[in-house]
């Protein structure tokens, strides 16, 4: 089984001087980043659709091998509008050519309920992205379904599983999968603060005992189904995701040494002693 892990985004201000050495600039953070992980999810891409030069400068500055998961812009996945899928398409066409583009995200709002309006527009982008692998995350608990995962399956989707408070209107932590990929983004357990601010809402540090609740699952829920296991941390306030993603990187490597846990595509610099190590 191969292990992916990373972290939701990279290029945050309050990393530089505990992760990235001071002084670092947004332009040289994915290079520095590339030495500790072998993947990261693109959020910018929510924000603005990509272009493909956007994300060729990303491929540029990042080793060989080194894998991209870009999160749709919100017009395909609040809006669902396809105004913006051809040019999208022709984006992360970059990344692809290049080997470096592992999938895409399309995460849902917590305000799209289980519906077959939704379901057909999820459908719609399953056939139109099937080439891109596209990971679906929903966000409201009327799509916890028993008949979800394979739903998905047959639309060449794959469900996210997530790590997040225990709310009563939120899609419930757990483990869920529809292909030999489990794809795991963890949040938060913040319920007090969930529902302000994303700082607020993703100020959270996991304890080893959190962390090794998905290593259980993954070993006797998934070990039969899964080929490759992404965990990925958005718990980014005050760098908490990489201290979070080295934590369970090595506690994945001394409970089960036998999962093949894919190292950095760059070396790390031999000076390097950062506090999130």
Sequence with gaps: ???????????????????????????????????????????????????????ARLGDNSPAGFQFLVKLPRSLSHEQSRTDLPGFRLAVKELQQRKQLMGLLCQLPQSTHFERKTQTWLETLGGELADFRLAVEFRHRSWWREDLPNWMATNHLDVVAVDVPDLPKLFPRGWVQSSHRAYVRLHSRNAENWYHGDKERYDYSYSDAELLEWVASLTTVARERTEEALFLFNNCYRGQAIRNGNRMRDLIAERHPQWNILPPFAARPPEQRSLFE
Excluded: C, H, Q
């Design 1 to 55: 089984m191969d292990v992916w892990i990373g972290t939701s985004g990279y290029s945050y201000p309050d990393w530089v001087g505990d992760f990235y050495p001071a002084g670092t600039r947004s332009n040289k953070m994915l290079a520095y980043y590339s030495r500790f992980f072998p993947l990261v999810e693109l959020n910018f891409t929510f924000y603005r659709p990509p272009t493909r030069e956007m994300l």
